[in-house]
């Protein structure tokens, strides 16, 4: 009987660990997970604060500044239909220039800027983000239906 | 042991499996193509890649009559794959545009020697600005123009030799 | 024609691996057992040596850089050394999928080799499983990625490596994670062998047990080196990043290290019969559900693949095949397997129960986390990447929980024991514990870094912990027995990582800044020159190469962070450098040049961050002095039984 007693209590520590870990995981998704934005997906859900977001886009041509301390750089994210301004410190990855594919991690100033933590610029000949891909042609869809 | 509880792996990986079944069938390529196809060319004047032809730019391809427009790299091994079809299309009488992305010349004299030159202009994109322009992920992909600059048809990746049918149907198509 | 013998080899290996897994199955029957089960052996063997030619072959083939074949061509390339090209051969899909699937027949080889003690049916029947896994990798192979495809005309220039990987420590991470991965497939053809007969015993577990940890041992190393490599070569200063692709190691990593401790459990006291058999299917199930996430390109990812979708539904259809099978042959046959000893609640076993129950909830949990994003975008079309910052959040703390856990198990007796066990050593760590956090929080580490600081006291408390074992022993240290001593390290190399990792969080120093030649400036107490720029070149890639002179406390050294341009496929990586100290790790990273002149230069001081990696490679080290303790004893056994007629037999 007490051998059974005790497999009891792990079966309901083993139950209550599951059940605490799935809701944490619940709440963590609602604010841990980044949304995948295009600029017009951004625009249109009004630059929204307070959460992770990937936008992904081209850089702009022409539109890369520096500052003054070296590091931190500006530029416009474009899908050919919004730009959004993007602040980054840092040192960009080798694959990123003007007119390449980028995404960048971070979330929008309220002066609706957006600050990136990281830059992952993942277009070469072989290969696009399949989300900028497919997320460029969504966009472009939706528009033409309107 | 619960009867039911003896299932419950197989179910847990039954849900996996059909959201990896959704994932893998969630269309992913199937949008590039039509989001080109019926879109005027991107204004573009690329340099001349070799000093013996032409350039590539867009007033070109308006000039009433179709292109087809392939993009390369003498670097690319699909593209030298896909060299007889193109040039088995170039002896059918189709003048065959080319746009060579961050490439040098003496590459492609040496690529076009080797595996022949179907090619009646090529122009080089050395920042591949043209080409993400233009809608094109990757090389080889090859596109068919119409008259008036607007884009008919996309192919992406080498053109083989069981593509030819349709690419000639489409092609007669745009020139009637 | 070597790559014409490559394909034949495949074929006859695959025909082999079919005769084989027949051979396998037909065991169940009485009649025919004592016909095949010589059979299957022998079948197994020669499927290996058949599986090992056809990789020879295209090892040979990038080699000798022989461009008339499309994967050598898309891959390969003359300028570079030896070592990249045969890395090259695995560093592609079709390749890699080769070398899979040839570890997965090897390890089938092995088995009929060296386990003359298992259960002869038992034996037969995880052959046949062995093989009816191979057959359909081997039809994956044959049927859509064929290694060994010519191109016609042949190239006339290989595409080259991607430089990312031109790294002598990568060159060997991909067969070490296989060996990982695919080492598992022993324990899953055990526990469907196990299903078959009904008979989960002790003797199954012992069979098992040499597999689970040797692939784990693997598996740890890989995993480990793995981190170390994205760390120097991505330039971002982290160690880990949560990438679907590292997903997928530590996945089967958490499902091992969770299966040997059950195992042992099993081998030891005859419990968790039916939680063992759930854990092999599971382990190894995780391996190929991450060879399917990487290989089908559904996440995306930093390492993502340029993918043909029938590809994923190949691998898919063997996924629902395998682990769909093993575990309805596990509803149905579960029931036959008799329950095993129960166990009470002050015991080794219970401890270890509880560590599993950490391990499956944390493996739910990433697997949770990595699978989220494909369920997201199926149910409302919204794109989001689950990353770090949900990883971190949750499994920090359960992480944590199970590092404290883990070694209270470790110190209680099998069978049943006290509490008051545990009552000195938690109260010794418990000081060290105290100590720590009072001098953290003197410096003020609890407002800025809580967790951190949590960590590092519960990772010395913990390696205290860990070490106690030694002591409970009354031995004198060179008397105590190698699996004791083992299990001591691998546990404090968990401790030890956690040390790191915490002390990288809460002492770490940064630099982000743009220099001139000639210019300095300061990273915490590191001062830092940036001195020059020359160029470089070595045989396929031109760089730039700074001298960054770094002093303190009269400690100076120069690093050469550099810039390299790669023409073979043309690319840019920035090449990171490194200084390791006793006390920690410099590291420099060079940016591009600003119109003004300057160059930007990114650096790091991270205290002990070394001992991340440290921490793995003693883990690692502990299941090998594990695995030595049980090699020693099987020598002993032999040499004590061994009679002339039996080493006869052996030899047969």
């Keep these: 009987m007490q051998a059974k007693h005790q497999r009891l209590i792990l079966g309901i520590i083993a139950l209550v660990a599951v059940i605490a870990a799935g809701f944490l995981a619940l709440i963590a998704f609602k604010k841990q997970a980044a949304y995948f934005y295009t600029p017009t997906d951004a625009v249109k859900a009004h630059l929204p604060l307070n959460r992770n977001i990937r936008l992904g886009g081209m850089v702009e041509r022409g539109s890369l500044t520096r500052e003054k301390d070296g590091v931190t750089i500006h530029f416009l994210v474009t899908d050919n239909y919004q730009k959004i301004p993007v602040a980054y410190r840092g040192i960009v990855p080798d694959l990123f220039r003007e007119g390449s594919g980028v995404v960048a991690d971070g979330h929008f100033e309220p002066s609706g800027s957006f600050m990136a933590e990281t830059i992952l610029a993942k277009h070469d000949e072989r290969y696009m983000p399949p989300m900028t891909q497919q997320q460029a042609a969504a966009t472009q869809t939706t528009l033409q239906e309107k | 042991m619960k009867p039911w509880l003896k299932w419950l792996p197989l179910v847990a990986f039954a849900l996996c499996f059909v959201l990896f079944r959704l994932a893998l069938s969630h269309p992913e390529n199937p949008v590039v193509p039509s989001k080109q196809i019926g879109k005027p060319l991107p204004e573009f004047h690329l340099p001349a890649a070799l000093p013996d032809m032409a350039g590539v730019e867009t007033r070109q391809m308006k000039d009433g009559k179709p292109h087809f427009l392939n993009i390369f790299a003498s670097w690319c091994v699909p593209c030298a794959q896909e060299s007889g079809a193109l040039m088995a299309m170039h002896d059918a009488g189709i003048p065959i545009m080319a746009i060579a992305i961050r490439d040098k010349p003496a590459d492609i004299t040496r690529f076009l020697n080797r595996y022949g030159n179907p090619y009646q202009a090529i122009g080089v994109d050395q920042g591949s600005q043209v080409q993400l322009a233009i809608g094109s992920s990757g090389v080889p992909e090859s596109f068919l123009i119409d008259g008036q600059g607007v884009i008919r048809y996309q192919h992406i990746g080498a053109v083989t030799e069981s593509d030819l049918p349709q690419l000639m149907t489409i092609w007669r198509q745009i020139t009637a | 024609m070597i790559a014409e013998s490559g394909l034949i080899f495949l074929w006859l290996a695959a025909m082999m691996a079919l005769l084989q897994s027949l051979f396998g199955i037909s065991v169940l029957n009485n009649r025919l057992e004592n016909l095949f089960s010589g059979a299957v052996k022998i079948t197994a063997i020669i499927q290996a040596a058949l599986a090992l030619a056809a990789f020879a072959m295209l090892l040979w083939l990038f080699m000798r850089v022989d461009l008339s074949v499309m994967l050598v061509a898309e891959n390969d390339h003359w300028a570079k050394p030896m070592l990249y090209r045969l890395a090259a051969s695995w560093g592609n899909h079709e390749g890699s999928m080769l070398l899979w699937v040839t570890i997965l027949s090897f390890c089938g080889a092995l088995l009929a080799l060296f386990s003359g003690k298992s259960d002869q049916k038992l034996l037969s029947l995880a052959l046949g499983s062995q093989a009816f896994l191979a057959l359909g990798f081997f039809a994956f192979l044959l049927f859509v990625s064929n290694p060994f495809t010519r191109l016609n005309p042949p190239a006339s220039e290989g595409l080259g490596l991607n430089p990312l990987l031109q790294d002598p420590g990568l060159a060997f991470h991909p067969p070490t994670l296989y060996l990982g991965y695919v080492g598992l497939s022993v324990a899953f053809s055990f526990a469907v062998a196990a299903l078959l007969t009904g008979k989960a015993d002790r003797d199954f577990a012992k069979s098992m047990r040499v597999w689970v940890l040797g692939a784990w041992v693997f598996l740890t190393i890989g995993i480990t080196a793995g981190s170390y490599w994205a760390y120097y070569e991505l330039g971002w200063g982290g160690f880990w990043f949560w990438d679907p692709v590292e997903n997928a190691a530590l996945m089967p990593w958490l499902a091992a290290t969770a299966l040997f401790h059950s195992v042992s459990v099993l081998a030891k006291r005859d419990a968790l019969r039916v939680w063992t058999l759930v854990l092999a299917v599971t382990a190894f199930s995780m391996s190929m559900i991450g060879t399917f996430l990487v290989r089908s390109g559904?996440?995306?990812?930093?390492?993502?693949?340029?993918?043909?979708?029938?590809?994923?539904?190949?691998?898919?259809?063997?996924?629902?095949?395998?682990?769909?099978?093993?575990?309805?042959?596990?509803?149905?046959?579960?029931?036959?397997?008799?329950?095993?000893?129960?166990?009470?609640?002050?015991?080794?076993?219970?401890?270890?129960?509880?560590?599993?129950?950490?391990?499956?909830?944390?493996?739910?949990?990433?697997?949770?986390?990595?699978?989220?994003?494909?369920?997201?975008?199926?149910?409302?079309?919204?794109?989001?990447?689950?990353?770090?910052?949900?990883?971190?959040?949750?499994?920090?703390?359960?992480?944590?929980?199970?590092?404290?856990?883990?070694?209270?198990?470790?110190?209680?007796?099998?069978?049943?024991?006290?509490?008051?066990?545990?009552?000195?050593?938690?109260?010794?760590?418990?000081?060290?514990?105290?100590?720590?956090?009072?001098?953290?929080?003197?410096?003020?580490?609890?407002?800025?870094?809580?967790?951190?600081?949590?960590?590092?006291?519960?990772?010395?408390?913990?390696?205290?912990?860990?070490?106690?074992?030694?002591?409970?022993?009354?031995?004198?240290?060179?008397?105590?027995?190698?699996?004791?001593?083992?299990?001591?390290?691998?546990?404090?190399?968990?401790?030890?990582?956690?040390?790191?990792?915490?002390?990288?969080?809460?002492?770490?120093?940064?630099?982000?800044?743009?220099?001139?030649?000639?210019?300095?400036?300061?990273?915490?107490?590191?001062?830092?020159?940036?001195?020059?720029?020359?160029?470089?070149?070595?045989?396929?890639?031109?760089?730039?190469?700074?001298?960054?002179?770094?002093?303190?406390?009269?400690?100076?050294?120069?690093?050469?962070?550099?810039?390299?341009?790669?023409?073979?496929?043309?690319?840019?990586?920035?090449?990171?450098?490194?200084?390791?100290?006793?006390?920690?790790?410099?590291?420099?990273?060079?940016?591009?040049?600003?119109?003004d002149g300057r160059w930007q230069i990114r650096g790091w001081w991270k205290p002990l961050v070394t001992f991340i990696w440290g921490g793995g490679f003693l883990t690692a080290f502990g299941g090998i002095l594990i695995l030595l303790d049980r090699l020693w004893e099987h020598l002993q056994k032999r040499r004590r039984k061994s009679r002339p007629d039996e080493r006869q037999r052996l030899f047969l």
Aim: aromatic share 10%.
């Design chain 3, 298 to 595: 559904i996440l995306v990812s930093v390492h993502a693949f340029a993918v043909d979708p029938w590809r994923g539904s190949f691998i898919l259809g063997l996924l629902g095949l395998y682990i769909g099978g093993a575990l309805a042959l596990f509803a149905l046959k579960i029931g036959k397997i008799h329950q095993g000893n129960h166990f009470v609640l002050p015991s080794r076993e219970a401890g270890l129960v509880l560590n599993n129950l950490f391990l499956g909830v944390i493996l739910a949990i990433v697997l949770i986390g990595t699978l989220y994003p494909l369920l997201a975008e199926l149910i409302s079309g919204e794109k989001l990447s689950v990353g770090a910052p949900y990883f971190n959040l949750i499994i920090t703390p359960l992480a944590l929980l199970l590092c404290v856990l883990m070694p209270l198990g470790a110190l209680l007796r099998w069978k049943q024991d006290n509490w008051m066990t545990l009552k000195w050593p938690i109260q010794i760590s418990a000081y060290f514990f105290i100590i720590i956090e009072y001098a953290l929080y003197l410096k003020g580490k609890w407002a800025t870094a809580p967790m951190a600081s949590l960590a590092f006291g519960v990772a010395v408390a913990v390696a205290v912990l860990c070490i106690w074992p030694l002591f409970l022993q009354k031995k004198k240290l060179w008397r105590i027995r190698l699996n004791v001593w083992g299990m001591v390290l691998a546990h404090l190399g968990i401790a030890v990582t956690l040390c790191g990792i915490a002390s990288t969080e809460l002492f770490s120093k940064e630099l982000l800044t743009a220099l001139k030649p000639g210019q300095q400036a300061n990273m915490g107490s590191w001062r830092v020159h940036f001195d020059r720029v020359m160029p470089d070149m070595g045989s396929d890639w031109t760089a730039i190469v700074s001298d960054i002179r770094v002093e303190r406390w009269g400690h100076s050294f120069t690093l050469h962070p550099a810039l390299r341009h790669f023409t073979n496929p043309v690319t840019d990586t920035s090449e990171t450098a490194l200084k390791t100290t006793e006390a920690g790790q410099l590291y420099l990273v060079l940016g591009q040049q600003a119109d």
